[in-house]
T-cell receptor, first 107, second 114 residues
């Protein structure tokens, strides 16, 4: 079974700050997803990574396969980025989810 | 990006009745769809994996006779909660995987059983 740990659990920052959310997992995976869940509940898939780095707008995701670690960065954070960010790893065709990081950006 | 829709977005039903939730991949064909359940402040829990044209594979502890899953086409999967009870009240989320391996999530369906 793959264990997925995220840190921090909660993060409050001022608008404009650079945000980093971390994800560590315990066994080898075929892919890692970063997801965003807003208070209404809907989930948006931000990235799927198997190696290296991806960038989309102000969001950057990196993964280090050897260290079993991934980070999600948000540059120039904005109140609309406030949400729960979830790391999920694919192992044996199933996703295992982290418990999420609740991000609050204060104007 | 790819879009997955769910219908309804919320439903209230009486105890003992059945509720059907639809999940559609709108702009791609999904050979595999997943159904998850999420309780407040908890992470998503996989209920079952559904492949088009075959029976769903249920996770341990999920009653297949209570949560009926049908994946009749490459763009549609349905979850029917039969004889619903208040403890079935939850947020149900479907997800669809593209042939390339990317996975997209529906907006979820909030079920309340009274």
């Amino acid at each position: 079974k793959n264990e997925v740990e995220q840190s921090p659990q909660n993060l409050t920052a001022q608008e404009g700050e650079f945000i980093t959310i971390n994800c560590s997992y315990s066994v080898g995976i075929s892919a890692l997803h970063w997801l965003q869940q807003h208070p209404g509940g809907g989930i948006v898939s931000l990235f799927m990574l198997s190696s290296g780095k991806k960038k989309h707008g102000r969001l950057i995701a990196t993964i280090n396969i050897q260290e079993k670690h991934s980070s999600l960065h948000i540059t120039a954070s904005h109140p609309r980025d406030s949400a729960v960010y979830i790391c999920a790893v694919r192992f044996h065709e199933k996703l295992t989810f982290g418990t999420g990081t609740r991000l609050t950006i204060i104007p | 990006g790819a879009v997955v829709s769910q219908h309804p977005s919320w439903v209230i039903c009486k105890s003992g009745t059945s509720v059907k939730i639809e999940c559609r991949s709108l702009d791609f064909q999904a050979t595999t769809m997943f159904w998850y359940r999420q309780f407040p402040k908890q992470s998503l829990m996989l209920m079952a994996t559904s492949n088009e044209g075959s029976k769903a594979t249920y996770e341990q502890g999920v009653e297949k006779d209570k949560f009926l899953i049908n994946h009749a086409s490459l763009t549609l999967s349905t979850l029917t909660v039969t004889s619903a009870h208040p403890e079935d009240s939850s947020f149900y989320i479907c997800s669809a995987r593209t042939p390339g391996g990317e996975q997209y999530f529906g907006p979820g369906t909030r079920l309340t059983v009274t």
